[in-house]
């Protein structure tokens, strides 16, 4: 065992060396509901594809739509479907399968990731949610109403929604809106950890849905916040932190997740960081 906080940085590209060198020995993932004719055009990037063994397949019907979507289940520390990844919507089209996602999935809790610069730089973005207090959003049988919106940090956002579906579905749900991830790795790591622990209290008392979590793509972001999550949730409950089985994991199911020695380097620094917050597990190890 290592100390975390003393484990020497020359080290990490090593081991995110090694990560992609076992990359290579995954299995071939199969792409065959995401190339279906009638369901490229459902993609942002054709690089960044859902695996048949891991999509997520939409259970809540709307006339005229099947049952794909750009998302994959992912397991958190806490539950084997803990989290679903997926992409930011695209307007005309894929918006009506996200609010069918959060339905059939019976989300209440959303995670978006990325910057304020997304609107103007970003083809086809979509804002999925409505912002203002009393502001109502419509698309195909769902209805968004914004309840309510708080400033939790200089770029954190917390949206209180009601999800309303003619007679038959009313669910609150709440979306975490981190903005300042525009790179690699976020710009504010004190406010993502403050997202991190919301959902982490979350996560622990729900265990019957999973967290969305969102960004472009529905992987580099997402997968790596998600990778985050889990790292520090092993520093909290298991006093020991394992970044390279936790990024290969995370990497079995969205392979475009924690690509870069930046990334792998931002699990580590931003665990150290946690524990010297929170002051406790000072000797926590890595394997």
Request: glycine share 6%.
């Amino acid at each position: 065992m290592l100390d975390l906080l003393t484990y020497p940085n020359q080290r990490l590209p090593l081991c995110h060396q090694m990560l992609k060198h076992m990359g290579q020995y995954s299995a071939k993932p199969k792409h065959t509901m995401a190339t279906m004719p009638e369901n490229r055009d459902k993609n942002r990037n054709m690089n960044t594809l859902p695996d048949d063994d891991h999509v997520v397949y939409l259970s809540a019907h709307v006339r005229g739509r099947n049952q794909y979507i750009n998302a994959v289940y992912l397991s958190s520390f806490h539950h084997r479907r803990g989290f679903v990844l997926t992409q930011l919507p695209i307007p005309d089209n894929t918006l009506i399968d996200f609010w069918r996602l959060v339905e059939g999935c019976h989300v209440t809790k959303i995670v978006s990731l990325g910057s304020d610069k997304e609107e103007k730089t970003i083809k086809n973005y979509c804002r999925y949610w409505p912002r203002g207090m009393g502001e109502v959003m419509t698309t195909g049988p769902y209805t968004i109403t914004s309840d309510s919106g708080s400033k939790l940090g200089d770029c954190l956002s917390s949206y209180r929604l009601t999800l309303t579906k003619a007679d038959e579905l009313r669910r609150e749900v709440e979306v975490f809106h981190y903005r300042n991830w525009a790179g690699e790795v976020p710009g504010d790591t004190s406010s993502l950890l403050q997202l991190v622990d919301t959902v982490k209290g979350d996560s622990v008392k729900d265990v019957t849905s999973p967290i969305i979590v969102q960004c472009i793509d529905g992987a580099a972001k997402s997968g790596l916040f998600c990778a985050l999550f889990d790292v520090i949730s092993r520093v909290t409950y298991d006093d020991e932190i394992d970044a390279y089985l936790t990024a290969r994991e995370v990497q079995r199911i969205r392979p475009q997740a924690v690509a870069t020695n930046t990334q792998y380097r931002y699990l580590y620094h931003v665990a150290q960081a946690y524990i010297r917050h929170v002051g406790v597990y000072a000797n926590s190890g890595v394997k």
